[in-house]
């Protein structure tokens, strides 16, 4: 059997101790992890289809259901960000020709309209400057003009830190036939949402917000109309790994077939969703979770964001999408909204202000 020399040495920065640094994370997420989350992430791993982690995913769905209020049977965790939870969504939902109306009011419509337009679905913006939200009338005349399978809103967009009504959208898309998709990745946790109550057929959500948990879980549910819509499709969906009937399976969503194998899921990262889960079902989370601070005029944001990492250890961070360079988010989520934090970085950005140079942009 051949032999040969290492090309590559073993990288020098990997011999040393990792180094991470401690900093209170006021963006609009990922947020600090509660203790009793991340001691779960320290937990020894066991498989991913041992009896003892099929009950910790059944009781995954149960604070699902709980947190999203719905009694929906198709409920269940994606092992990816919540914008896999979107993906998952639109992939199975829409097919080549569906018409799809979409409420781009901040960087989240605009990534929904992209995907619509990669799966072929006629897709139609409904687009607003950021910090506008969408009137029962304006849905109206969009469902009645282009008569969608489905209809994007997004609850808590965080690029321009706006919060969508909810109430009404879901009986006014149901009568003209149409399913309500809503984005909560933002929200979820703090700001109220009832997702059978306010007749939303699509929910979703992340892990890394004010649930405060790491990253890479995905929460999302789907009504009895929204699962029949997926279990009648003409064409399989682009994503095998996104293939809600798969996945339904898997985490026996369908009338309890046994389970079959679909992929190897982030054990030690559901874990940790199931303690955040049970830590919102033992307390009521706050209002609201992002606030957006216009950028004092004569101020590049980035020195202001930059000086709060250097000098406070704390991270807010600047616009996404169309409110770029326009206004800094402050993510005050779960764990992290308290009254010590809100005055820590009101202090930051204070001597921010005197501290940093005027821009010249």
Not at 13 to 26: D, G, Q, T
Not at 157 to 178: A, I, N, T
Not at 192 to 207: A, E, T
Request: aromatic fraction near 6%.
């Amino acid at each position: 059997m051949a032999s040969h020399p290492l090309l590559v040495a073993p990288p020098e920065v990997l011999l040393k101790p990792i180094s991470v640094p401690h900093r209170l994370l006021l963006g609009p997420g990922p947020s600090n992890l509660a203790p009793r989350v991340l001691a779960a992430g320290g937990l020894q791993m066991i498989g991913h289809m041992h009896k003892e982690m099929y009950q910790i995913m059944d009781e995954i769905k149960q604070g699902i259901q709980y947190v999203f209020q719905t009694k929906n049977r198709l409920t269940l965790a994606i092992s990816g960000s919540g914008h896999s939870a979107l993906e998952a969504a639109l992939f199975n939902l829409l097919e080549p020709g569906d018409s799809f109306l979409v409420g781009v009011n901040g960087i989240w419509g605009q990534r929904a309209a992209e995907i619509g337009e990669r799966v072929g679905a006629r897709t139609h913006p409904m687009t607003k400057d950021p910090g506008g939200h969408y009137t029962l009338q304006e849905v109206e005349e969009g469902l009645a003009q282009h008569k969608p399978v489905v209809l994007f809103l997004t609850h808590g967009e965080s690029s321009s830190g706006v919060l969508q009504p909810l109430e009404g959208y879901g009986e006014l898309c149901h009568r003209y036939q149409c399913l309500l998709l809503v984005d909560c990745v933002a929200s979820l946790g703090g700001a109220p949402i009832h997702m059978d109550q306010q007749g939303i057929d699509v929910l979703y959500s992340g892990s890394q917000k004010v649930l405060n948990a790491p990253p890479g879980t995905a929460l999302i549910s789907f009504s009895d109309k929204a699962r029949d819509k997926i279990y009648s499709r003409k064409t399989k969906p682009y994503s095998f790994y996104l293939d809600i009937k798969l996945l339904a399976n898997f985490w026996s969503c369908d009338d309890d077939k046994p389970r079959t194998y679909h992929h190897t899921t982030p054990v030690i990262g559901l874990f940790s969703l199931r303690e955040s889960l049970a830590l919102i079902a033992e307390e009521v989370l706050r209002l609201p979770t992002v606030t957006t601070v216009a950028v004092p005029a004569g101020y590049n944001w980035r020195d202001i964001v930059n000086y709060l990492i250097d000098h406070f250890s704390i991270e807010i961070t600047g616009g996404l999408g169309p409110s770029v360079g326009k206004v800094l988010r402050i993510g005050l989520l779960g764990y992290n909204a308290t009254r010590e934090n809100v005055d820590r970085v009101a202090e930051a950005l204070k001597e921010a202000l005197q501290r940093c140079p005027r821009s010249q942009l």
